[in-house]
């Protein structure tokens, strides 16, 4: 079954640099970590030890909340080191991989004959139960709570992004296993671009509790929040299980195809700064130091983000591939740039939202935009500019403000168990008063789900 849903609202940002259908090979280092931050909600407890020696699929960490949800290695190799920060908080679990690598076998399976029950827990053994996110909260999900229904999106549409058709060629086995897996815990919305060469690979799938939805509409109609919200919005004391990564799918495809763990993803290196934008097979967690040798002018000040532009993380060249990371992105910093009489030149080579700068009169350009806020913090003004590129049925703006004041019975009314911090991405773009909406919205749900617990 397939609906079209056209969403009228959204904001596309054309940047330099879009990574170019190529895939470059790269011989990595051997030198992995895996990252409890990027699993927003999990309190890590370390169950391996510096100098134990790991298989690929073996945890590394358990959320001490949950710990049946295990996180594992995306390598086999030997525990160098568990990075701590302040209050002994884990960074980072470091394996350095072998030569030969050796895995866990889990068993194929085949997923048509097995029930919730069993996939679940085959999930949980292999250490990959943790990359399925939930609403409300937006963080990672457990098994004691069974959802009402899973959101998949094979939709990126962020600037920059890389294309999941490129990445699924030649993996479509992988990821209807994947889809029908996930169908046999609660029905699955799966949501594709108007374009997408996935629409025929889907109709494939003959299962009921499988629905295909088409989102016709400008950037964020890939956010998995978005498309929860124009299908089945959550009510105070619903779940929904949310897959905003499509990779995840294929994660879980291989485990019952292959009986392995196999955490490699497709990555684009992007970003007007990059010399040669293009895409490389990467693992989670894998070193950047050797994908970014060379990559780009360092007499440049740069900002590497973990990420997309709009959501991900600042990096280093000695940074480690995210655990949701689909590009690796280098923009200018900003922090050299000499403009002449400020903001009062035209500039042609800016882009503006509103018309500010008269770079609107050439069309379609593609811009090289820096990380620079280009003001200060200032007072919310209630313009509505948070409407126009916010494509759900809430209030962005009252939601803020409620959340600001941490009057937690508006923030409900509001629907704030509906969002996620990516889902104000866009409206932090083009906000005038320059405030971190994602972080704000962050703590607001982390304040929330400790009141609810």
Known sequence: MTNVIKLRKGLDIRLQGAAAEKLIKLKSNGQYALVPDDFEGVVPKV???????????????????????????????????????????????????????????????????????????????????????????????????????IF???????????????????????????LVALSKIAK????????????????????????????????????????VNNVSPVNKGEVVWTIGDPTVVLFIGRLFNTGRVDLTRRVALCGSEVLQPAHVDMLVGEELSTLLSNSYDASHSVRIINGNVLTGRPTTKDGF?????????????????????????????????????????????????????????????????????????????????????????RQEALGIYEVAPEDFALAEFVDSSKLELQRIVREGLNILRKENA
């Not at 710990?67 to 525990?79: E, H, I, L, R, T």
């Not at 549409?157 to 296993?177: H, M, N, R, S």
């Not at 699955?188 to 799938?205: A, E, P, Q, R």
């Open 188 to 227: 699955t919305y799966v949501g594709v671009g108007k374009d997408s060469s996935l629409i025929s690979t889907l109709s494939s799938l003959t299962s009921d509790s499988i629905e295909v939805n088409v989102f016709d509409g400008k950037c964020p109609a890939g956010n998995v929040g978005v498309q």
């Open 321 to 409: 591939l995210g655990a949701h990371a689909s590009e690796i992105t280098v923009i200018p910093e900003g922090n050299d740039a000499d403009e002449m009489l400020g903001w009062i030149m035209p500039r042609f080579g800016q882009f503006s939202v509103n018309r500010s700068y008269f770079s609107w009169l050439l069309g379609k350009k593609e811009y090289a935009l820096d990380a620079r806020v280009k003001g200060g913090e200032r007072h919310i003004i209630m313009s509505g500019e948070y409407d126009r590129v916010l494509p759900m049925d809430i209030y962005g703006e009252y939601l803020i403000k409620a959340i600001i004041t941490g009057d937690i019975d």
């Open 47 to 149: 169950v391996v030890k510096e100098g134990d020696r790991v298989k690929a699929g073996e945890a590394l960490f358990v959320n001490k909340q949950f710990p049946n949800v295990k996180f594992a290695s995306p390598v086999s190799g030997v525990v160098r080191e568990i990075a701590r920060g302040d209050r002994r908080k884990v960074m980072a679990i470091r394996v350095e991989a072998d030569s030969e690598q050796q895995f866990i076998d889990y068993g194929k399976k085949s997923v048509e004959g097995m029930d919730a029950g069993q996939v679940t827990d085959s999930l949980l053994e292999a250490g990959i139960f943790g990359y399925i996110n939930q609403l409300p909260y937006a963080v990672s999900t457990n098994a004691d709570t069974m959802p009402k229904a």
């Open 152 to 178: 998949v999106s094979a939709l990126r549409d962020k600037p920059l992004a890389c294309k999941f058709e490129y990445e699924v060629e030649g993996q479509e086995k992988d990821f209807l296993t994947g």
